[in-house]
């Protein structure tokens, strides 16, 4: 039984552990049935961005926070995580695999507790004090705990190291006070890991210092943005005199840089892994959909595609910095790349919201398509990254 799922594991030792989730994995849910491909048939989900109502949202997150507290019982909440803070210390080719099993089976969405996952509590591990790794990361990977990230302004999203956000030093105390945007899950977060600027007069990459932010504290207002889509999947997070003591900075003054940069490795790696899935069925989708010989072809070269950016992902699957980037752009240029091929074949359908199944909803894919190329770093950005640091062409004039 679930030998299918057993062939994933690569060798005795991943094959054992294998084993064990299994077993941990069919006491606890169902195995996942396949989407329907078929045109016409089942939802859409054509929305790349996950939308749903406050009332859902926070339900989704308390379905969340109780299946990480579940694997956590089990040993599977933090498995490449330090042990001497419940972590299981195991090499990042288990974790893998065991997302790759869990994918499998019917089990409550973890979006709503994935940025603290994948990305804040990594940076709290690195950067942080053995005190913030056992409070704070460990929290999260419990369930105890929810996390933002507090990192984007309304001027500084690309060019991230121009925030403006300032924490003023009192004693033992900061002070902080600016504005962050384009944040996910702040409306039921429990805490947020901001980039601030404590030097005005350093050079922008130098003067930065992160914190963690009790998202209830006096001084915190989180307000949702209405998207292009007619969701409210992001807010905008006002900081107005918000104290914070010292013991809650994460690394040296002054090296905020530096963690943030930790922690967007890590975020594009998010990005890059949790989509490819929705790409196949997507183009699965249009495969069933009537085609001239022209778009046959072009459908042809567009799985090609798919197949060579899940082969890259798979690759770079131990990589980090600069190399994890050309995972996050596959994705996002085949993302368009769908939708234009969509749009192809429906003609006029595609922009008219005609209530018909397969019409208007590519249209939203079409849109979502376009937040993606700014999540994770703007393309421009991290092609500029990838050129300097990977291809190591001249740096661009600054």
Not at 250 to 255: I, P, R
């Amino acid at each position: 039984m679930h030998e299918d799922l057993l062939a994933l594991a690569v060798g005795d030792d991943e094959r054992a552990f294998a084993t064990k989730v299994i077993e941990f994995l069919d006491g606890q849910a169902q195995r996942r049935t396949a989407a329907a491909t078929a045109w016409g048939s089942g939802p859409e989900n054509l929305s790349l961005f996950h939308e749903t109502s406050d009332a859902e949202e926070r339900q989704e997150a308390d379905a969340a926070r109780a299946w990480q507290r579940t694997r956590w019982d089990a040993g599977y909440g933090w498995i490449t995580g330090p042990a001497a803070h419940g972590g299981a210390a195991l090499p990042a080719g288990h974790d893998r695999l065991y997302r790759l099993l869990e994918a499998a089976f019917d089990v409550p969405d973890m979006n709503p507790v994935r940025i603290g996952v994948g990305t804040v509590g990594p940076a709290i591990v690195a950067f942080g004090t053995d005190e913030q790794v056992g409070t704070y990361a460990a929290g999260i990977q419990r369930g105890d705990l929810v996390a933002c990230q507090l990192f984007s302004e309304p001027g500084a999203g690309s060019d991230l190291a121009g925030v403006r956000t300032r924490a003023t030093r009192t004693d033992d105390e900061w002070v902080v006070t600016g504005q962050k945007v384009w944040t996910s899950n702040a409306t039921f977060a429990d805490i947020g890991l901001a980039l601030v600027r404590t030097d005005p007069d350093a050079p922008k990459h130098r003067g930065l210092t992160m914190f963690l932010v009790p998202m209830d504290v006096p001084g915190v207002e989180v307000r949702p943005l209405r998207q292009l889509t007619g969701g409210a999947s992001f807010t905008e997070v006002f900081l107005q005199d918000v104290r914070l003591p010292d013991a809650l900075r994460v690394g040296e003054v002054g090296a905020g840089w530096k963690v943030a940069t930790g922690a967007l490795a890590g975020e594009r790696k998010a990005v890059g892994d949790r989509s490819h899935e929705m790409m196949a069925r997507a183009l699965d989708l249009l495969r069933t959909r009537e085609h001239d010989a022209l778009t046959r072809e072009d459908w042809v070269r567009l799985y090609s595609r798919l197949r060579i950016a899940r082969f890259q992902q798979q690759r770079a699957a131990d990589l980090g910095g600069a190399e994890r980037a050309i995972d996050k752009l596959l994705l996002t240029t085949n993302m368009r790349l769908v939708g234009e091929l969509a749009q192809e074949l429906l003609g006029p359908a595609f922009a008219a919201d005609t209530g018909d199944w397969g019409t208007f909803g590519w249209n939203r894919w079409m849109m979502g398509a376009l937040g993606y190329r700014i999540a994770g770093g703007t393309e421009e950005i991290l092609k500029t990254m990838l050129a300097e640091r990977v291809l190591m062409l001249p740096r661009e004039p600054r």
